[in-house]
C-alpha cells in the first residue's frame, strides 16, 4: 500500500508542476467572493524629476540647495539659484573643474551688466566646449532673453533656433573668433558673436550675447 502512494504522489508532482508552467502569464485564476479576482496589477514606476542647475556639473550639486547668499539688490540675483557666484567685480560667474587636470577650474559662464547693456558670455576650454556646455551656455543665454528683453514667444523660439545653430556652428568649427556681432533680434538689438578674450585675466576664446537693456528693466 505505501508503494502504491509514494507512485501516486510522484505522478501527481510533474503533473502539476507542467499545468502550471503550462498556463499563460496573462490568465487569472477567479476567486470566489474576490472583487479583484479578474483585476490586473501593474506596478507603478515613480517618476524622478530631476532639476539641473546652469552652473552644476555634478549631479550630486543638483540635489543639494543652493548656497546661503548675501541679500543683493543686483539686476542678476537670480542667477544664485542657478550655481552662480558674485565677485568683488559685481559680475555673476560660474566655475567648473578640469576633468582632465585635478586641482585646475577654470571659469565657464560669465554675466554682468555693463553701460546699460546685459553681457553673459560662455568660455571655450582651449577652444572645445567641454561636455553638456553647448545646452547649458544655450539655457544660459534664453534665460537673459526671456528675463531682460521684450520679445514674444514666438519671437523668443526663432531667437532660441538661431543661438542654438550658432552655437553649434562654433562648436563644429564653422565660425572662427572674430570681433563681428551677429543682429539675432532687430528690436531689441540683441548681438551674439564668438570672439577671443584681449582684456582681463582670462585667456582664450568665449561665445558672448549683447543685449540692450531697456530702461524699464533697470
Not at 36 to 41: C, D, F, K, S, Y
Not at 48 to 66: A, G, K
Not at 79 to 107: H, I, M
Not at 176 to 193: A, M
Request: glycine letters at 6%.
Amino acid at each position: 500500500m505505501s508503494i502504491i502512494v509514494r507512485l501516486f504522489r510522484a505522478f501527481i508532482l510533474p503533473v502539476s508542476t507542467f499545468f502550471m508552467a503550462a498556463v499563460p502569464s496573462t490568465v487569472n485564476f477567479p476567486i470566489e467572493g474576490s472583487a479583484i479576482a479578474n483585476a490586473q496589477t501593474t506596478p507603478i514606476i515613480p517618476q524622478q524629476r530631476t532639476t539641473q542647475r546652469i552652473c552644476s556639473l555634478d549631479p550630486v550639486e543638483d540635489l543639494l540647495p543652493p548656497l546661503p547668499s548675501k541679500s543683493s539688490n543686483s539686476l542678476l540675483s537670480y542667477l544664485a539659484e542657478q550655481g552662480f557666484t558674485q565677485n568683488q567685480e559685481g559680475s555673476w560667474v560660474c566655475y567648473a573643474n578640469d576633468p582632465k587636470k585635478e586641482g585646475r577650474y577654470f571659469t565657464l559662464f560669465k554675466v554682468q551688466e555693463m553701460n546699460g547693456r546685459l553681457i553673459g558670455s560662455s568660455f571655450l576650454d582651449e577652444g572645445s566646449l567641454i561636455e553638456g556646455q553647448d545646452n547649458r551656455s544655450l539655457d544660459l543665454f534664453m534665460m537673459l532673453i526671456e528675463r531682460h528683453m521684450n520679445a514674444s514667444q514666438e519671437n523668443r523660439q526663432g531667437i532660441r533656433r538661431y543661438l542654438q545653430a550658432f552655437i553649434s556652428l562654433v562648436e563644429q568649427g564653422n565660425i572662427k573668433p572674430t570681433r563681428r556681432g551677429f543682429l539675432f533680434d532687430q528690436p531689441n538689438r540683441g548681438l551674439v558673436l564668438y570672439h577671443t578674450l584681449s582684456s582681463g585675466s582670462l585667456k582664450g576664446t568665449a561665445i558672448t550675447v549683447n543685449i540692450y537693456l531697456p530702461k524699464s528693466k533697470t
